[in-house]
């Protein structure tokens, strides 16, 4: 049985910092694309930033700069290091494995941007 389990969400001030987690199981973790996504509320879900190696990574342009992805293929985990957090960056975090014939979805953490 798969399951993608994230942590580390939470309120944070704008200008703070959080990192989430993402534990994942039943899967050969290194061989998977691991991404994490993002979805406001009345928005679409959007790819925030996604790891296939150690050395390959994607960001959206909304938050380069800002976060950073990383993954431990030793600890089937992979990280969302993000700083200088803004209100527009409110939203359910969701932890995603993918593969060419395969995918998998976390159950997502909040992350709250406030003062």
């Known amino acids: 049985q798969v399951q993608l389990v994230e942590s580390g969400g939470g309120l944070v001030q704008p200008g703070g910092s959080l990192r989430l987690s993402c534990a994942a199981s039943?899967?050969?973790?290194?061989?998977?694309?691991m991404g994490w996504y993002r979805q406001a509320p009345g928005k679409q879900r959007e790819l925030v930033a996604g790891?296939?190696?150690?050395?390959?990574?994607n960001y959206a342009d909304s938050v380069k700069g800002r976060f950073t992805i990383s993954r431990d293929n030793a600890k089937n985990t992979v990280f969302l290091q993000m700083n200088s957090l803004k209100p527009e960056d409110t939203a359910v975090y969701y932890c995603?494995?993918?593969?060419?014939?395969?995918?998998?979805w976390g159950q997502g953490t909040q992350v709250t941007v406030s003062s």
């Open positions: 790891i296939i190696s150690g050395v390959t990574q």
């Open positions: 039943g899967i050969t973790f290194s061989k998977y694309y």
């Open positions: 995603n494995a993918r593969q060419v014939g395969s995918g998998y």
